[in-house]
């Protein structure tokens, strides 16, 4: 597909599970961004890859939290012993390149903590 | 700290008057700002973006915005709102320093257009 794809549109899972969020970004971009939006909320930063590296990870809340993205293209958001706190949608986006430009969204996934 | 602020949760205007949605921002440097909108079950979709240059940015769907740099505000504008602009519309900036998006949002504005 030609924009941001992200797996599964939906999670709902027990409090203490794991869960996997996977980001397939646009073909080509090396930037790869996860941010998290609550309910009313703008979204907030939560990590930064340029390539296969976290360049910036000062977003995550806590060491529950990990992203991976071992290859440079597809990113998986990793949350451990999750929390009702944890629910929010989880948004992933990617630009083009190193430095500051439009970054382009995909349509995030529902994460639903009970 | 950074921060963006969205004064108006909502917004409501009549199709074919025009409409401005309202953004002010702190930052310590010079500020990269955008405008994203979101409609229901879509992802964000960028506006568009001020980074250097002319205050007047103009955007996708006739919107424009206009970089005010004594008042630290970006406030969205079009001329004639049409009712499929109804939508959650942020405001986000960055700085030219960091060198990557590392977007600070606002809370966002829900624009509502009536007939």
């Known amino acids: 597909g030609a924009g941001v794809s992200q797996t599964p549109s939906n999670k709902v899972t027990e409090k203490g599970k794991y869960v996997e969020l996977r980001c397939d970004p646009i073909?080509?971009?090396?930037?790869l961004y996860w941010y998290r939006q609550s309910l009313g909320q703008g979204p907030e930063f939560l990590i930064y890859?340029?390539?296969?590296?976290?360049?910036?990870d000062s977003g995550l809340p806590n060491d529950r939290f990990f992203a991976v993205r071992p290859e440079g293209s597809v990113s998986t958001l990793k949350i451990q012993r999750t929390e009702r706190g944890d629910s929010a949608v989880y948004l992933c986006?990617?630009?083009?390149?190193?430095?500051?430009?439009?970054?382009?969204f995909g349509q995030g996934t529902r994460l639903t903590v009970v | 700290a950074q921060s963006v602020a969205q004064p108006e949760d909502q917004v409501n205007v009549a199709e074919g008057n025009p409409l401005t949605v309202k953004c002010t921002y702190s930052?310590?440097?010079?500020?990269?700002l955008f405008w994203y909108v979101q409609y229901p079950n879509r992802g964000l979709q960028f506006l568009l973006k001020?980074?250097?240059?002319?205050?007047l940015v103009k955007g996708s769907y006739g919107f424009e915005a206009e970089f005010n740099k004594s008042q630290t505000s970006f406030h969205l504008k079009k001329p004639s709102a049409l009712v499929s602009d109804s939508a959650l519309y942020f405001c986000?900036?960055?700085?030219?320093?960091?060198?990557?998006?590392?977007?600070?949002f606002g809370a966002g504005t829900r624009l509502a257009v009536h007939p």
């Open positions: 986000a900036v960055t700085l030219l320093s960091g060198g990557y998006n590392k977007l600070i």
């Open positions: 930052v310590s440097g010079n500020p990269y």
């Open positions: 986006a990617s630009s083009p390149g190193q430095g500051v430009t439009e970054a382009f």
């Open positions: 890859f340029q390539g296969t590296g976290a360049a910036d």
């Open positions: 001020y980074i250097t240059g002319d205050n």
């Open positions: 073909s080509g971009h090396t930037a």
